[in-house]
């Protein structure tokens, strides 16, 4: 079989793609040969994963999502559905080749619905990227942006939690729940 079990029958799966155990793949998705997915993954309905892309472990990726050639997302990313990523800072149809600028979104970063990454960017460490935001410079660790450009809102803790409204990431990036150690209370109710 040329895919995973988890694959949609409608999702195309090249040869020589690499899917990690436990790779989900929805609908009409498309993952071409020489794409690297991590283990643990969810793409969403209509998905690109093209060749060169790397997807890392336990990413989700949701619907009408293009992640190209030069883009690398590591572990444990959010992207949000219809988010775009560009590779190329001057496309023109009439070019017969285009320079690939990469873009790397860092473990845990999250990427709102329908935001646009701008290549060359990188995105930290549990970075947050609001819903409908275009990023075109570097987003530091922890750090929330929104806008058209976006521009810096405060810091969040790992959990997506604002922590800081201020300019400066405060020395402490953990929420109050965190900090005091109630979050992981409550998850050793559940």
């Not at 997915?37 to 619907?63: M, P, T």
């Not at 800072?89 to 329908?114: C, E, K, Y």
Request: proline residues 5%; charged residues 20%; glycine residues 12%.
């Amino acid at each position: 079989m040329r895919h995973p079990a988890a694959a949609h029958e409608t999702a195309v799966i090249e040869d020589a793609a690499r899917i990690g155990a436990g790779t989900r793949i929805w609908h009409h998705a498309h993952v071409r040969a020489g794409a690297v997915i991590g283990a643990g993954c969810v793409l969403g309905k209509n998905v690109f994963v093209d060749s060169g892309a790397v997807v890392g472990d336990r990413c989700k990726i949701q619907n009408n999502v293009s992640v190209y050639n030069g883009v690398r997302l590591g572990s444990e990313v959010f992207v949000g559905p219809s988010a775009v990523f560009t590779n190329d800072l001057r496309p023109r149809a009439s070019a017969d080749q285009w320079s690939v600028t990469p873009t790397v979104v860092h473990d845990g970063a999250s990427i709102g619905a329908n935001a646009t990454i701008v290549c060359g960017t990188v995105l930290g460490r549990w970075a947050m990227v609001a819903a409908g935001s275009v990023v075109t410079r570097d987003v530091e660790p922890h750090q929330l942006v929104i806008g058209n450009p976006a521009r810096p809102a405060g810091w969040v803790c790992e959990c997506g939690e604002v922590v800081s409204r201020a300019a400066e990431p405060p020395g402490d990036l953990r929420c109050t729940d965190h900090r005091d150690g109630t979050a992981e209370h409550r998850a050793a109710l559940v």
